[in-house]
């Protein structure tokens, strides 16, 4: 029997999905793929983990996410407005002129985005800082990261992860999105990173591997990570690329290609299908 | 006159007198803080200096997220590696987030000498020109570069600094005061102005005098804060003199010398010639024999004088 809470949170995962789809087929343009792999774990940071208040997004002892595969600024965007950062009809403005929600995520026009991020491999780096603030001032605020499979490619990245096992940062944890794509192919044809878990764990840092799809798992990392001292986390994150919507997932050409208006019909209906309990309302209660 | 100073040497002291009054202040290096003088902080204050070893990239993405975290980060490194290898660190995690870091950045131009072409930077005031939100600073002596670091502290935005390697006199008197983006005019001068930024205004010094005694009184302009440019004492030193020489250890291409170009193009056009390394990379030698070789000293900015003034009167 799974419980209330994890119950909330798949049915909170499915509806990011859903905005995910339908600002998608508004915008015509976007990352479905990365940003359906992605939505458990930004459900569960959003809805349970993250020490957050919309009302006030910019208190110093917030926890912090950066989403630093920023394409998929979709899954970022459906959770930040179904938590109350901004009115979730503005989803449907994804990439138009003036809009606040632009392409990739921009820290100065949306409230509740912690780093402008796009260029890829930099969001770990910015997240190092924001953990050595954190302890240089005493305050107990996690950092969190998403970081893409592909992502991982550039040298950044690498420069990063030393940086921050050197200075024990354990207030850090990081998620990488496991799921085995990128534009030009199958991350391991186009240039294979593997074996993840060794290199993380090679570079110094605390590594566990779960189905980024299984909610109690998430959280169960989660926890997990915020108790290891002296070293940062990553939680390998083994997903599917366009999870939840059949003709999409495991498809290298949904990364970055927009459903039609049938297709997004087709998904929002299969999203439908899913859904345990429609019209779900309510927020999670915090760490 | 008294003796020379490196702006990289007064950089450290500013530095480490700017962290005792401002504890948001936190200063990170990527392997080189001898020599962009940043060691001068940690010494100090070995609690807010991070020594990211040779990983530019994530210096500057460092440097962004303590300030998203409300510190003011202080990133050197030489002036090459800062705005070459993590230009897109700059650009994306600095620049376009509008964070509040300072990039003082060492050993900028051919005075780097002896390491050669390599490590001598001479597009880096072009670049960090180019991109929106971002302040330069090309600070001429110790005094300037007091200012600029303890304005740069001030500005809640990006900075770049750019400072050297090698020691230069100061040009400027007891009540000088730096406030950002106001030209400073250091000698007068009715014939001709010199704008000239960084090691250069020293040398432009020597050259007015010189030409004061061919009958040429040449205006001399600090220049140090290329962006946002004093548009206004460029437009005056054009009305006032009618011939201008722009002085700048930097490509002719895009710097000092371009920003005035394109500020008198559209505003006021007078002549204008530029002293300053002619579209080509740096080389190995002595500072000094490199200065020499490039024309960047008080008779090669003398010789672009007597070229700007003979435009003007030929009404060209």
């Given at each position: 029997m799974e419980s209330k809470e994890i119950r909330m949170l798949r049915e909170r995962a499915n509806e990011i999905r859903k905005d995910i789809i339908r600002m998608l087929g508004s915008a015509g343009s976007g990352h479905p793929g990365g940003s359906l792999s992605a939505a458990d774990i930004v459900a569960a940071l959003y809805f349970k983990v993250l020490r957050i208040d919309p009302r006030d997004p910019r208190r110093p002892d917030r926890d912090r996410f950066i989403l630093s595969k920023g394409h998929a600024a979709p899954v970022?965007?459906?959770?930040?407005?179904?938590?109350?950062?901004?009115?979730?009809?503005?989803?449907?403005?994804?990439r138009r002129l003036g809009s606040r929600l632009q392409g990739h995520p921009d820290m100065k026009k949306l409230p509740g985005v912690e780093m402008s991020t796009g260029s890829l491999g930099q969001g770990l780096s910015v997240a190092n800082g924001m953990a050595l603030a954190g302890k240089l001032d005493g305050m107990d605020y996690r950092v969190y990261v998403l970081l893409g499979d592909g992502e991982i490619q550039e040298g950044q990245v690498w420069e990063a992860a030393m940086a921050a096992a050197h200075y024990g940062l354990d207030n850090l944890t990081a998620f990488l999105d496991h799921n085995g794509m990128q534009i030009d192919g199958p991350v391991a044809?186009?240039?294979?990173?593997?074996?993840?878990?060794?290199?993380?764990?090679?570079f110094g840092w605390d590594v566990q591997v779960i189905d980024g799809h299984d909610m109690a798992q998430i959280l169960g990392a989660l926890e997990r990570a915020s108790a290891v001292k002296g070293k940062p986390q990553m939680i390998v994150a083994e997903t599917v690329k366009g999870k939840g919507v059949s003709f999409m997932e495991n498809q290298v050409g949904w990364h970055g290609v927009a459903p039609k208006p049938e297709e997004a019909e087709r998904a929002l209906a299969e999203l439908e299908g899913l859904c345990l309990r429609p019209g779900l309302e309510g927020e999670g209660d915090g760490r | 006159m008294s003796g020379k100073t490196a702006t990289r040497e007064a950089y450290g002291r500013a530095l480490a007198e700017l962290g005792g009054y401002n504890k948001r202040v936190v200063v990170l290096d990527a392997d080189l803080s001898k020599s962009t003088k940043t060691a001068d902080f940690a010494r100090v204050f070995p609690e807010r200096f991070f020594n990211m070893g040779v990983a530019e990239q994530n210096l500057i993405g460092t440097a962004a997220g303590l300030a998203a975290a409300g510190k003011i980060p202080f990133a050197s490194t030489f002036a090459v590696f800062a705005t070459g290898r993590a230009f897109d660190q700059i650009r994306n995690s600095v620049a376009y987030a509008g964070l509040n870091v300072k990039i003082a950045a060492t050993h900028a131009g051919v005075t780097v000498g002896e390491d050669g072409g390599s490590h001598q930077s001479v597009e880096d005031i072009a670049v960090m020109r180019s991109l929106p939100n971002l302040t330069v600073f090309v600070p001429a002596?110790?005094?300037?570069?007091?200012?600029?670091?303890?304005?740069?502290a001030e500005i809640d935005g990006p900075v770049y600094i750019r400072l050297g390697r090698a020691g230069v006199p100061p040009v400027h008197g007891q009540g000088f005061r730096f406030v950002p983006g106001k030209a400073v005019i250091i000698r007068e001068g009715r014939d001709a102005a010199i704008i000239a930024t960084g090691i250069m205004v020293a040398a432009a010094l020597k050259a007015a005098s010189a030409l004061a005694g061919e009958g040429i009184e040449a205006r001399v302009v600090s220049m140090h804060t290329i962006k946002p440019l004093d548009v206004e004492a460029v437009l005056s030193a054009a009305r006032e003199t009618g011939a201008l020489v722009t002085a700048e250890e930097h490509s002719v291409i895009g710097g000092l010398g371009g920003a005035v170009c394109e500020a008198v193009c559209q505003?006021?056009?007078v002549p204008v010639k530029r002293v300053g390394l002619p579209d080509v990379f740096g080389e190995s030698g002595k500072p000094e024999e490199l200065l020499e070789k490039f024309g960047l000293t008080p008779s090669g900015i003398a010789d672009a004088v007597r070229g700007a003034v003979k435009m003007k009167k030929a009404g060209i």
């Open positions: 970022l965007y459906a959770a930040l407005a179904q938590r109350g950062y901004f009115p979730r009809e503005e989803l449907g403005t994804l044809e186009v240039m294979s990173p593997e074996p993840v878990s060794d290199k993380w764990r090679a | 002596d110790e005094a300037e570069t007091f200012g600029a670091v303890r304005a740069a505003l006021y056009p």
